[in-house]
């Protein structure tokens, strides 16, 4: 299969094309091609298709488009934590094709890389993505593809030239210039090429008619170096064979070559990544004058990452590698302007001083026309803004520009931007190691880790620590963390002579205005780590829009973060400077006030979410503002809020509760639990109800205690510990009971009912469930009723009364209607697989758990997902497909121990021991099957307890001896008995089956 990106997004297989959905579809085919191996997130492809507007769904339309595009590519896409990756082969690309010739050619003698050359522009079939494509992605993608081509085409039209080929150079560009009406290089060859093929008429004509274009349409005049060209066409200064090198030429001048690079740094670390970028710009920018804009925070290592560029490339620029520091941020000096550091640069490269024009457009000027044809490296080092950078910025073909700032620079079209970032923690190590010495760090490796997590990677407070460290070879790490723990000497810790972390955020922060001070002092304020759109609003007490306008401007002058789409956080540091300079500008009431409203924010958001992802027993609102609360269109939205905040949500909790608001702690636990529990995330379920009800304790407020026992009792019971579980929920049915919340009572009851049946405790559990379905069936609340039906089929199904567990089931699936039930349906729709696998229906059953399957994956139900992978086990186990059910089982283990989903270990482990014994694979089913009885006694899960028990006494010898035998088949029938069911009899009969023991 061969695919296209370098024209209309397209697609052939055996030379025939194939047909990839419309302008969309082929947008995320194309973004995924042209990123060919590497993650391209969500936010990327909702950019490329809907630039700086998308709809609300827009989340949902791209996982429609890359779900058609696996069925069109199967086994191709992968998902990725924040987007997806495309795995096919580079070869059948055309880009890559295309990148693979051209870089080849790079190394190649002049008549190998012309054919190399040509090879790569046949790939070109028109203008990328042509069809489909946003203002946002013709910026960011299809620009940058048509420079890669240009730069191709000089590189070919230079080569051809060299060797003669005048008359195909002239042939192939006369076509091309019309495309690129302002090409000044790509002119300059042309011309180059007519006048060497004797056609000086036509050369002079496309001179003059390219010199009218500029002037009319631009208002300037070519560039030097074409009008030395056009000087020596007129004065025929050609010889019959030209030795000179088409790409210099340019003003006579006394160029001065010269090193300005300040001193490298010899224990630099890390920025592997960004110098393999930085290399990639110059080596794809042959053709054209190259510019990067490397942005960050203060202390991040702009400007080393810069220099150690410049030493690494500077055989790369043989006509010289210019530094100039242009002070946008410095303390005791006042920016550089531009005629300034022109004149600098200017005297720099050798021109006399009387020489240099007064004013800056003159300087500008010459300063192009000085390196016109020579191949520089200029690092601007702390520049401040486009005006100020703009007029320093060479035109040679091959030269590089390099910007260190703290600012976006976003006027500078055509410039590639790079944002470092903080060290990941191996680089930290590395840096410590390198200053400190390897030894050193190994010999208290943690202490070290805990050092770089409050410098939170900023390289800047790293060596900082290193240089303090160097000079006192007696200090350890424990002691530097003891020392930067105490908040009010962070900052005195962090700096030596001529270094200062704090210093450093100072003058980024003394740039801003009153309003962007403002904010950001707030935002030190937030509650967790991020927050987002929505939640600095309500932080800011500004509407959404002017709180978008104000976070991108701090976003711009790297004080603030955006780890994804409208999500921000501050770095850990600037996030301390932030706080500590909050309580000496800020008054107390306006910190709390601003606080208050972004908890608030979180609890509105919350409950609106937990309503659209089931019911909620207290579902009566309490007096939080409405006024910043982010409304969500459906369950994907809450789910996705709720993924978004689960950290923040936790902290919010121990915000009310610090702050003696029990109630509203409570209430926000109530409403977190069940993404808590649906997602795994037992830490956050516990913790946070710990603290709800350490304060409804504290004050007294047994409402608060009841509910959150409730949420206590269903994270034991999903972590396997069902007497832990049945104690806090048996305290609060009796809490409630005796308070009248008949809402909690049923709720109580319904989580009894499901410990109960874990537990093997089947006449308590058929009783509490009953209970809680005549209650909905008294309330009329069908959402309740269909919930009760689908956990009566549960019960009816382990009791192995299969029709009566498919009829509950079917009742459940009727009652379950609406797009706010797919969550009973998907379990309703579990256990009728499971039923009809009972009643030996095993092309239903496959079908039932199938559907399940779909919808649990689609609501992201992994405990659920969990019981259908071990029951599609059992259906192929009841068909006799041995290995598809020892592989199902073994999914659903997998799942569980991946999600901390264990309270079905001991049912999934028995089912698999029971699999391996029907499969003859008697070993095996012994090690599962007593793995699965150790965990059910562990637990005090009886049921299962008895049935790993009976399984095990029925068991061959000699895998299973006698006696073992008979002791595990003893202990079944009496747990049997005690608990009233069948299964007495069958370890019954089985014992009787036993040889009888000797004597």
């Avoid at 290399?279 to 810069?306: F, L, N, P």
């Avoid at 809020?641 to 919010?652: G, I, K, R, S, V």
């Avoid at 969550?823 to 079908?847: N, P």
């Amino acid at each position: 299969m061969e695919f296209g990106v370098l024209g209309p997004i397209t697609v052939w297989s055996d030379g025939r094309p194939v047909p990839v959905g419309g302008p969309r579809q082929r947008c995320v085919l194309g973004a995924l091609l042209v990123h060919l191996g590497r993650e391209v997130t969500i936010d990327q492809l909702i950019g490329y298709l809907w630039s700086d507007d998308p709809p609300r769904t827009a989340r949902s339309v791209i996982q429609v488009q890359i779900s058609h595009l696996r069925r069109t590519f199967p086994d191709t896409i992968a998902t990725t934590p924040g987007g997806y990756t495309l795995d096919v082969d580079p070869d059948s690309v055309d880009l890559h094709r295309f990148r693979k010739l051209r870089d080849r050619a790079t190394a190649a003698e002049p008549k190998a890389a012309v054919e190399l050359l040509e090879q790569a522009l046949e790939c070109w079939r028109g203008v990328p993505f042509s069809g489909v494509g946003s203002e946002y992605l013709d910026h960011s993608v299809v620009t940058p593809l048509k420079e890669e081509r240009w730069s191709c085409v000089i590189a070919w039209a230079t080569c051809a030239l060299e060797l003669g080929r005048h008359s195909d150079v002239v042939s192939r560009l006369t076509s091309l210039v019309s495309e690129e009406p302002f090409g000044e290089r790509l002119h300059h060859l042309l011309i180059t090429a007519l006048w060497r093929d004797n056609e000086r008429a036509r050369a002079l004509a496309v001179y003059e008619e390219f010199r009218n274009r500029l002037a009319d349409e631009l208002g300037v005049d070519p560039g030097p170096e074409l009008a030395t060209l056009h000087t020596r066409i007129l004065q025929e200064d050609f010889p019959a064979e030209e030795t000179q090198d088409a790409s210099t030429g340019g003003p006579e001048t006394h160029f001065v070559m010269r090193n300005d690079l300040p001193r490298d740094l010899p224990d630099f670390t890390g920025r592997q990544e960004s110098l393999r970028q930085l290399d990639e710009v110059a080596r794809t920018g042959e053709g054209r004058a190259q510019v990067c804009v490397i942005t960050g925070s203060g202390g991040e290592g702009k400007t080393t990452t810069a220099v150690r560029f410049g030493y690494e490339a500077a055989k790369r620029y043989p006509d010289g590698q210019l530094f100039i520091d242009l002070y946008g941020y410095t303390t005791d000096r006042e920016p550089l302007d531009a005629a300034s550091a022109l004149g600098a640069l200017l005297r720099a490269v050798g021109v006399e001083p009387e020489a240099v024009p007064e004013s800056l457009d003159e300087r500008s000027a010459l300063w192009r026309a000085t390196l016109m044809g020579r191949r520089v490296l200029v690092i601007l080092d702390n520049a401040l803004s486009y005006a100020q950078v703009s007029p320093l910025l060479p035109s040679s073909p091959g030269s590089m520009t390099l910007i260190t700032t703290r600012n976006e620079l976003s006027g500078l079209s055509g410039a590639r931007f790079l944002s470092l970032g903080v060290f990941d923690e191996q680089s930290s190590l590395e840096l410590l190691g390198r200053v400190l010495g390897d030894e050193r760090v190994r010999s208290e490796p943690e202490q070290a880790r805990e050092i770089i997590r409050i410098c939170g990677g900023l390289p800047l407070a790293l060596r900082v620590v290193a240089g303090r460290m160097l000079s006192r070879p007696r200090w350890s790490f424990a002691h530097v963390a003891r020392r930067l723990g105490e908040q009010n000497r962070r900052f005195r810790e962090l700096q030596v002579e001529g270094q200062s972390v704090e210093a450093a955020i100072d003058l980024s922060f003394q740039s801003l205005n009153r309003h962007q001070s403002r904010a950001f002092l707030l935002l030190g304020l937030m509650i967790g780590s991020t927050v987002d759109l929505g939640g600095a609003a309500s932080l800011l007490d500004m509407s959404v829009e002017d709180a978008d306008d104000i976070l991108q401007e701090l976003v711009g002058v790297c004080l603030l973060e955006e780890p994804q789409g409208d999500v921000y956080r501050l770095h850990d540091l600037i996030g301390a400077f932030s706080r500590d300079r909050a309580a000496v500008v800020l008054n107390a009431e306006e910190i709390d006030a601003a606080r208050l409203r972004l908890a608030e924010q979180y609890m509105a958001t919350a409950q609106h979410a937990a309503d659209l992802m089931g019911p909620r027993a207290h579902d009566d609102e309490i007096g939080v503002s409405q006024g910043y609360r982010t409304e969500l269109a459906g369950r994907e939205d809450a789910e996705n809020w709720f993924t978004l905040h689960q950290d923040n949500l936790a902290d919010t909790i121990e915000y009310f509760a610090s702050h003696d608001n029990g109630e509203y702690a409570w209430r926000m636990a109530d409403a977190v639990w069940r993404f808590y529990a649906l997602h795994g995330q037992m830490g956050l379920l516990i913790s946070s109800h710990q603290r709800a009800l350490q304060i409804s304790d504290k004050q007294g407020n047994r409402r608060g205690r009841a509910v959150t026992l409730i949420g206590l009792g269903i994270a034991h019971c999903l972590s396997g510990r069902f007497d832990e579980s049945l104690a806090l929920l048996t305290e609060a049915r009796d809490l409630l009971t005796s308070i009248g919340d008949s809402r909690g009572i049923i709720r109580a009851l319904a989580n009894l009912g499901m410990v109960y049946e874990r537990v093997g405790r089947l006449a308590d559990a058929a009783e509490a469930i009953q209970g809680v379905l005549d209650f909905a069936i008294q309330l009329e609340d069908t959402r309740l009723e269909a919930l009760q039906w689908g956990n009566l089929a549960v019960l009816k199904q382990t009791l192995g009364v299969y029709a009566e567990a498919l009829h509950c089931a079917q009742q459940a699936m009727e009652k379950a209607v609406g797009e706010g039930q797919k969550v009973t349906r998907s379990h309703a729709k579990r256990v009728m697989g499971e039923a009809r696998t009972g009643l030996g229906e095993l092309e239903a059953a496959s079908q039932d758990l199938s559907e399940a399957l779909e919808l649990s994956l689609e609501l992201h139900l992994v405990g659920n997902q969990v019981y259908i992978h071990n029951s599609l086990g059992l259906t192929h186990r009841a068909a006799g497909r041995w290995e598809q059910a020892i592989a199902s089982h073994t999914t659903a283990l997998e799942l569980a121990e991946e999600h901390g989903r264990r309270s079905g270990d001991a049912e999934i482990r028995a089912d698999l021991g029971m699999t391996y014994a029907a499969a003859g694979r008697h070993d095996e089913a012994v090690a599962e099957l007593e793995k699965a009885h150790a965990i059910a006694v562990e637990r005090s899960e009886r049921y299962m307890v008895g049935r790993a028990a009976l399984a095990l006494g029925r068991l061959p010898a000699p895998t299973m001896p006698v006696d073992r035998a008979r002791d595990f088949l003893r202990e079944a029938e009496e747990i049997f008995t005690e608990l009233g069911l069948a299964e007495a009899d069958q370890a019954r009969e089985a014992l009787e089956n036993l040889p009888p023991p000797p004597g």
